[in-house]
């Protein structure tokens, strides 16, 4: 039997980005226990990975944690972390680690002085850079996410819906995600219910775009149900309109079309959606030829130069005609 742990500890798009590596290791090595380290509040996004042997939750007396690590005397470790953190937990295990290249150079030069020296390869291709070694290969079958319980379909909860557009408002900070008075020109006379998901943070700019659309049959499930509810809700969907966030990752797992909308954050980082079993399903739109973008790999709280540019001059028309030639072919 061997042994294996990777780490990540966060976030929701990071960790969903990791099962396809996580996949591979358990298909393609020979009689392998596989363990993940994450922090205790991403825990279920691991959870219901039918290739993950054991889930260990960071955040939490720590100490122990790491005991329970030692005693498991692992085979191998996978960082695909990589950071001061994840270095100190490798050297207290002193077993063999790969990790993959972060290229947090490359990344510094290109949100710094805008030199793009980034590779052209996704973050999940330089993720099994770490796996490399054990002999380990991408089999291009895109992202794995199971949903943790059976969710009645929103239609079914919702009898007069019974096909409808997703709409996931959310991000982690304020510059990745487009503005109410934006979207709301984007969902104008769209000729499907509209469900709008996100977390507990989003509630109050949903409740303001249903509102700015009262024609309209809109339902603002944020902060009202878990990130698998809102996954499944996203599942049965016809479409996604998304921001440059975790629920992109996540529905690059399902066969729906995906309409990505890019502020602050650019594709070239590597984290757009991961479907290379389908590359034509999903769109991204963005504004080029801004001289300050990307101006962070992650984000802000508000937008440094205080135009916004990157949401508010987005092409608006340029994303329904996407929209409605997804939906042509739905």
């Not at 339902?219 to 921001?243: F, M, R, Y």
Request: proline share 6%; with cysteine.
């Amino acid at each position: 039997m061997t042994k294996i742990l990777v780490i990540r500890f966060s976030s929701i798009g990071d960790i969903v980005l990791t099962s396809p590596v996580l996949r591979c290791i358990k298909e393609q090595l020979p009689n392998v226990e596989l363990h993940v380290l994450t922090k205790i509040q991403y825990s279920e996004l691991y959870s219901t990975n039918p290739h993950v042997d054991f889930v260990h939750e960071w955040g939490e007396e720590n100490h122990l944690v790491l005991a329970d690590l030692k005693t498991a005397d692992f085979d191998f470790v996978i960082d695909l972390h990589k950071n001061l953190r994840t270095s100190k937990i490798k050297s207290h295990l002193r077993k063999d680690s790969f990790s993959f290249p972060k290229l947090n150079v490359q990344k510094w030069l290109y949100v710094n002085f805008k030199w793009n020296l980034m590779p052209d390869i996704h973050i999940v291709d330089r993720y099994f850079e770490a796996v490399k070694p054990l002999g380990v290969k991408n089999d291009h079958k895109g992202i794995d996410f199971r949903i943790k319980i059976d969710f009645i379909s929103f239609s079914k909860r919702f009898p007069t819906t019974d096909k409808y557009l997703a709409v996931a408002i959310g991000a982690q900070f304020a510059t990745k995600r487009m503005p109410a008075e934006q979207m709301s020109e984007i969902l104008k006379g769209l000729p499907y219910p509209i469900v709008i998901v996100g977390g507990p943070g989003d509630r109050e700019e949903g409740e303001k775009l249903r509102q700015s659309l009262p024609g309209q049959n809109i339902n603002n499930t944020c902060g009202g149900l878990t990130i698998h509810e809102s996954a499944q809700v996203v599942k049965d969907a016809q479409l996604l309109i998304t921001n440059d966030t975790g629920m992109m990752h996540i529905a690059a797992a399902f066969e729906l079309p995906i309409v990505s909308i890019w502020g602050n954050t650019v594709p070239e980082l590597g984290m757009y959606p991961y479907r290379p079993q389908a590359p034509q399903s999903y769109s991204i739109h963005q504004v080029d030829g801004l001289s300050c973008r990307p101006c962070s790999k992650i984000g802000f709280a508000q937008c440094p130069k205080k135009h916004f540019k990157c949401m508010v001059d987005q092409n608006i028309l340029g994303i329904r005609k996407q929209i409605d030639a997804f939906l042509v072919k739905k």
